[in-house]
């Protein structure tokens, strides 16, 4: 009975140990996957963050586009507006003829009038074919009338 007794606190000893390894094994295990599910999560973390700049990223770009386009609307708005006040200004300049300086007017009613440094301008009025001599002045006023709507003054009357 001691004998037997014996056999069984040893078998029971050994089990006990096995029992100890493998509670140690499973331990062991539960602890890599706990390890591993960290891991993920960092990683899942990670994943989001860069995902969170990539999106700020696209959303600066988009702004950016639109903030371009919008320069691009208004910059094509500037050229057309440009455009315009250069055809009313052609259009308010093609009134007005300007002769070389060494024409010889020939016409007993154009007059030549002297700018600077004998240089002599005669200036003509476009629509009505007469030449008619205007000052400077007159050229300047002209141009500056027409160009904000206003009736021109009478071509080449001074007072």
Do not use: Y
Not at 21 to 38: P, Q, R
Not at 70 to 90: D, G, K
Not at 107 to 126: E, K, L, R
């Amino acid at each position: 009975m001691i004998g037997d007794s014996v056999k069984k606190v040893q078998t029971g000893t050994r089990e006990a140990v096995e029992s100890r390894k493998a509670m140690e094994g499973i331990l062991s295990a539960v602890c890599k996957v706990t390890l591993t599910m960290t891991d993920m999560q960092t990683a899942q973390e990670d994943q989001r963050r860069g995902v969170l700049q990539v999106s700020r990223a696209v959303e600066q770009m988009n702004q950016g586009t639109q903030q371009t386009a919008a320069m691009v609307e208004e910059v094509a708005a500037t050229a057309e507006s440009l455009s315009a006040q250069a055809r009313e200004l052609i259009q308010a300049v093609a009134a007005f003829k300007l002769a070389d300086l060494d024409r010889r007017v020939t016409d007993p009613h154009v007059h030549q009038h002297s700018v600077t440094n004998d240089t002599s301008v005669a200036v003509s009025q476009a629509a009505s074919g007469a030449a008619l001599p205007l000052s400077n002045d007159e050229v300047v006023e002209t141009i500056t009338r027409a160009w904000h709507d206003e009736k021109p003054p009478m071509l080449g009357k001074t007072a």
